[in-house]
C-alpha cells in the first residue's frame, strides 16, 4: 500500500464525525485543535461532545447518520458500529468524501497517525493501519528523542529564516546559512544559551 504523506489545513473546513462515544469524542477533539468546522451526527453524546455543543464549538445532529450529511463535507470520521460504518463509507465514497472508519482499515481512505507535537515542528508515524500500537511506541521513543525544547527552537528557526529572506543575500549562501542553523551543533548551542545556569552550591 502506497500511502501520500501529507499535514491539511482543516481550518474552518467543514468536517463530519459520526458517532459521538468515547472514541469518537478523541477523533472530535483532534479535528477541533485543528480548527475544522465540526459536525457531529449521533442519536447520543459523550458528555464532553455535548458541553461542546453547548459552547457552539461544534454542531450535534442528534440523531442517525443520513447520506446526506456528506454534502459538502471535506472528510468524515465514523466512530460507531461496523454496519453503520459500512454505509458511511460507500456513500462518502459515492460523493468523493475522504473517509475514515475507526479500527478498520480496508474502510479508510486515511489514517490516523501517532503524532508528536513540538509546536510547529509535527512527526507523524503511520504503519498504513496494521499495527497501531507499534506507532504509538515509535512516537513515545520520538518524544524522548524530540523534547519540549524543539517547540522554542522551531519558532526561533521561523523568526530567523524571515530575517535571513528579508535581507540581500546570495541564495546559496542564504541556503546554507539555514542548514546551519537547523544543524545539531545549533540546538545544542540554543539549548545552551536558554537553559539557566544552575551555580555551585545551590540544591
Not at 480548527?35 to 457552539?56: E, F, I, L
Not at 447518520?65 to 470520521?77: C, E, H, I, T, Y
Request: proline share 6%; aromatic share 8%; charged share 20%.
Amino acid at each position: 500500500m502506497n500511502l501520500f504523506p501529507v499535514f491539511v489545513k482543516l481550518d474552518s473546513r467543514p468536517c463530519l464525525v459520526v458517532g459521538a462515544g468515547p472514541v469518537g469524542e478523541s477523533k472530535i477533539a483532534s479535528l477541533l485543535a485543528g480548527r475544522a468546522a465540526v459536525t457531529v451526527v449521533a442519536p447520543q453524546a459523550t458528555p464532553a461532545v455535548a458541553a461542546w455543543a453547548a459552547q457552539g464549538k461544534l454542531v450535534w445532529e442528534a440523531r442517525a447518520f443520513q447520506p446526506a450529511d456528506l454534502n459538502g463535507m471535506a472528510l468524515v470520521v465514523a466512530a460507531v458500529p461496523a454496519d453503520v460504518a459500512d454505509q458511511v463509507f460507500r456513500a462518502a465514497t459515492r460523493l468523493g468524501v475522504l473517509c475514515n472508519s475507526v479500527d478498520d482499515p480496508e474502510h479508510c481512505d486515511f489514517y490516523y497517525p501517532a503524532v508528536v507535537n513540538r509546536g510547529s515542528l509535527q512527526i507523524a508515524v503511520s504503519t498504513g493501519g496494521r499495527s497501531p500500537a507499534l506507532a504509538q511506541r515509535l512516537r513515545q521513543e520520538l518524544e524522548q528523542q524530540f523534547g519540549p525544547d524543539y517547540e522554542t527552537w522551531i519558532a526561533h528557526l521561523g523568526d530567523a529564516r524571515q530575517e535571513l529572506f528579508a535581507r540581500e543575500m546570495d541564495a546559496e549562501a542564504r541556503r546554507q546559512r539555514l542548514h546551519e542553523m537547523a544543524s545539531a551543533r545549533a540546538f545544542q548551542e540554543f539549548r545552551s544559551i536558554q537553559s539557566p545556569v544552575v551555580s555551585k552550591g545551590t540544591v
